[in-house]
Protein backbone atom coordinates (compact mmCIF):
# COMPACT_ATOMS: atom_id res chain seq x y z
CA UNK A 1 0.00 0.00 0.00
CA UNK A 2 1.41 3.12 -1.10
CA UNK A 3 0.37 6.57 0.11
CA UNK A 4 0.31 8.20 -3.67
CA UNK A 5 -0.34 11.87 -2.19
CA UNK A 6 1.02 12.82 1.30
CA UNK A 7 -0.47 15.56 2.99
CA UNK A 8 0.68 17.96 5.90
CA UNK A 9 -1.34 20.71 8.28
CA UNK A 10 -0.39 24.35 7.28
CA UNK A 11 1.55 25.88 10.20
CA UNK A 12 -0.14 28.85 9.77
CA UNK A 13 -3.92 28.41 8.65
CA UNK A 14 -3.65 24.33 9.73
CA UNK A 15 -5.14 23.58 6.01
CA UNK A 16 -4.06 19.89 4.74
CA UNK A 17 -1.55 21.13 2.29
CA UNK A 18 -0.79 18.33 -0.49
CA UNK A 19 3.41 17.28 -0.13
CA UNK A 20 4.46 17.53 -3.57
CA UNK A 21 7.33 18.60 -5.32
CA UNK A 22 5.59 21.55 -7.06
CA UNK A 23 4.38 23.02 -3.87
CA UNK A 24 7.34 24.75 -3.09
CA UNK A 25 5.62 26.67 -0.20
CA UNK A 26 5.71 23.64 1.89
CA UNK A 27 4.88 22.75 4.45
CA UNK A 28 2.86 26.03 3.73
CA UNK A 29 0.03 26.23 1.76
CA UNK A 30 0.69 29.16 0.19
CA UNK A 31 3.29 32.23 -0.18
CA UNK A 32 1.36 34.02 2.64
CA UNK A 33 1.01 31.73 5.26
CA UNK A 34 4.80 31.26 4.31
CA UNK A 35 5.48 34.77 5.34
CA UNK A 36 2.90 34.82 7.87
CA UNK A 37 5.35 32.79 9.76
CA UNK A 38 8.60 33.80 8.96
CA UNK A 39 6.93 37.14 10.00
CA UNK A 40 5.72 35.78 13.15
CA UNK A 41 9.16 34.24 14.37
CA UNK A 42 11.09 37.42 12.93
CA UNK A 43 8.96 39.81 15.34
CA UNK A 44 9.77 36.93 18.38
CA UNK A 45 6.00 37.04 18.84
CA UNK A 46 4.21 33.96 17.11
CA UNK A 47 0.78 35.00 17.36
CA UNK A 48 -1.90 36.25 14.83
CA UNK A 49 -0.42 38.94 12.81
CA UNK A 50 -4.03 40.80 11.87
CA UNK A 51 -5.16 43.39 14.11
CA UNK A 52 -8.64 42.27 16.05
CA UNK A 53 -11.58 43.66 15.02
CA UNK A 54 -12.54 44.91 17.98
CA UNK A 55 -9.57 47.78 17.47
CA UNK A 56 -11.02 48.63 13.88
CA UNK A 57 -14.20 49.36 16.03
CA UNK A 58 -12.72 51.27 18.52
CA UNK A 59 -10.95 53.16 16.34
CA UNK A 60 -14.29 54.18 14.38
CA UNK A 61 -16.01 54.83 17.63
CA UNK A 62 -13.91 57.17 18.51
CA UNK A 63 -14.37 61.22 17.14
CA UNK A 64 -11.61 63.61 17.81
CA UNK A 65 -12.63 66.98 18.91
CA UNK A 66 -13.47 69.39 16.94
CA UNK A 67 -14.64 67.66 14.08
CA UNK A 68 -18.30 68.71 13.13
CA UNK A 69 -18.11 71.67 15.51
CA UNK A 70 -17.14 73.97 12.14
CA UNK A 71 -15.72 76.07 14.90
CA UNK A 72 -13.15 79.03 13.46
CA UNK A 73 -14.44 79.25 9.80
ZN1 LIG B 1 -1.93 28.11 5.23
Not at 9 to 24: F, I, L, M, S
Not at 37 to 64: I, K
Request: charged letters at 25%; proline letters at 11%.
Amino acid sequence: MTAAVRTVNCPTCRKPVVWTEKNAYRPFCSARCRQIDLGAWASEAYRVPTAPPDAALDESDFQPPGLGEGRGF
